[in-house]
């Protein structure tokens, strides 16, 4: 690879060039008008506008991403993660023009995107999936009966995407009809696929992911696990590895499921293989695949000393993975979104301009972020202004990096969760790491920030 086109913006935008420079490879950014004081645009080699600011006109426009990816002679793309770096279809463009799409190939990506087609990949594999609906649904009339063999409460999810989008949980019989029905509409708006899948649900669980890696020479490896409890409505606030929760025999369990599956897809570059834990019965079931890397993934190269993004370069231009299965060096590393969001209006977003913006430093922290001072927030796109990493010799040493970071993270013009994130850390669930992934909503505390 000579020249790679970054089809994303923000924080991984930049990281993606960084790594570019590191293996003397020139960047291509790509901008919309919204983005056109972004800090990707002045990063790269070169950039282009590639549209106006809604994502359909710009950041998901396969055919100008293409084109431009062309006319700038780039023979590579980078998808990152959010708007096409799932996108099978796009995966599949990429390699019929002969760019080298830096992730897996498009029928993985299909594959275990459909969440259905994916529960019966891990059960293939033999990992244990959470009890559900063999197949998904378009028709109420069809799924109840289904809802009835499975028993409540259940979990309604969209078979054709994530992030808690088409996602409900249905606690009686009598509520199944509305709840599915909203469902099927909000997963054909935001997917284009009104399918949804039955799943039972657990109401306290823990949010248990593996880092895996796989390269084009029949390799494959996991890098441990990151434990993404801290959620609201699906959408995950905190990650931190190692798990502070399961066993090491848990661990080991974890991690070999992971390995088979990618092993049995032939599955190559950066993934996730995501697992809900049962603390009450100490199992484990798989819930998903995400066939890109993630916003978490810093506390896993902090854990582990691996360059992810780097990895994924190499990885796409053929090389061999350069490392093996490890569960890190005995480091513990937590990572915080820090949204422009006001968690005391029920976490709405807050564009604007940043007056003031100073992230903290020091040897235990890590800030991964494309804000600066004067940056006008957009509104239209994802709201993490910065990603911050802290990290000690154990995971009491990293809460208190935590509580030192956020009281120095200094912002004005906006509001963001660091308020939010100051009072979590000082809360005894979390230091106690008793949270499950409903914790936030069950909890009236949020309201006061």
């Not at 930049?14 to 008008?33: F, H, W």
């Not at 972004?38 to 990063?43: E, G, L, P, T, V």
């Not at 239209?380 to 990493?389: E, G, P």
Request: with cysteine; charged share 20%.
């Amino acid at each position: 690879m000579k020249r790679v086109l970054i089809a994303n913006r923000g924080e991984i935008a930049l990281r993606a060039m960084r790594t570019c420079r590191q293996l003397s490879i020139e960047s291509v950014a790509v901008y919309s008008s919204a983005d056109a004081n972004s800090a990707h645009r002045f990063a790269a080699d070169a950039a282009v506008c590639i549209g106006p600011p809604p994502p359909k006109s710009s950041y998901l426009n396969v055919g100008a991403l293409i084109e431009t990816a062309h006319s700038l002679k780039c023979d590579a793309i980078y998808p990152g993660y959010g708007f096409l770096a799932e996108n099978s279809e796009f995966a599949r463009r990429c390699a019929e023009e002969d760019l080298i799409f830096i992730g897996p190939d498009s029928e993985c990506i299909a594959q275990m995107g459909d969440k259905v087609s994916a529960r019966q990949a891990a059960a293939k594999a033999g990992i244990p999936v959470v009890p559900g609906s063999e197949h998904g649904f378009t028709s109420v009339e069809a799924a109840e009966p289904v809802s009835r063999e499975i028993g409540y409460p259940l979990l309604l999810k969209a078979s054709g995407g994530g992030g808690g989008r088409g996602m409900r949980v249905v606690d009686r019989p009598e509520d199944f009809v509305s709840q599915f029905e909203q469902a099927t509409a909000e997963a054909q708006a935001a997917f284009g696929n009104s399918e949804i899948y039955i799943e039972r649900f657990f109401s306290k669980v823990r949010h248990i992911e593996i880092q895996v890696f796989g390269d084009s020479h029949g390799n494959y490896a996991h890098l441990g696990e990151r434990d993404c409890s801290v959620q609201r409505r699906h959408q995950k606030l905190i990650e931190e590895s190692p798990s502070p929760v399961i066993s090491q025999t848990t661990r080991k369990e974890m991690a070999e499921a992971a390995v088979a599956l990618i092993s049995a897809l032939k599955y190559v570059n950066a993934g996730t293989i995501e697992f809900i834990y049962d603390t009450a019965s100490g199992k484990f079931f798989f819930i998903e695949m995400n066939t890109r890397i993630q916003v978490e993934h810093p506390v896993t190269e902090i854990v582990t000393g691996t360059d992810l993004i780097r990895e994924q370069f190499r990885v796409a231009a053929g090389e061999r993975l350069s490392f093996g299965s490890t569960f890190g060096q005995g480091r513990s590393a937590i990572e915080f979104r820090i949204n422009a969001e006001d968690a005391s209006r029920n976490f709405q977003p807050s564009p604007g301009t940043l007056k003031r913006w100073r992230p903290p430093g020091g040897p235990n922290v890590r800030v991964d972020s494309h804000a600066y001072e004067n940056y006008v927030v957009p509104p239209y796109y994802d709201s993490m202004l910065a990603k911050l990493i802290v990290h000690g010799e154990d995971r009491a040493a990293a809460i208190e990096a935590a509580k030192f970071a956020l009281s120095q993270f200094q912002v004005a013009g906006v509001t963001t969760v660091i308020p939010f994130h100051q009072d979590l850390v000082h809360r005894s669930e979390f230091v106690q790491a008793e949270v499950h992934t409903r914790w936030i909503e069950e909890h009236s505390w949020i309201a006061a920030h």
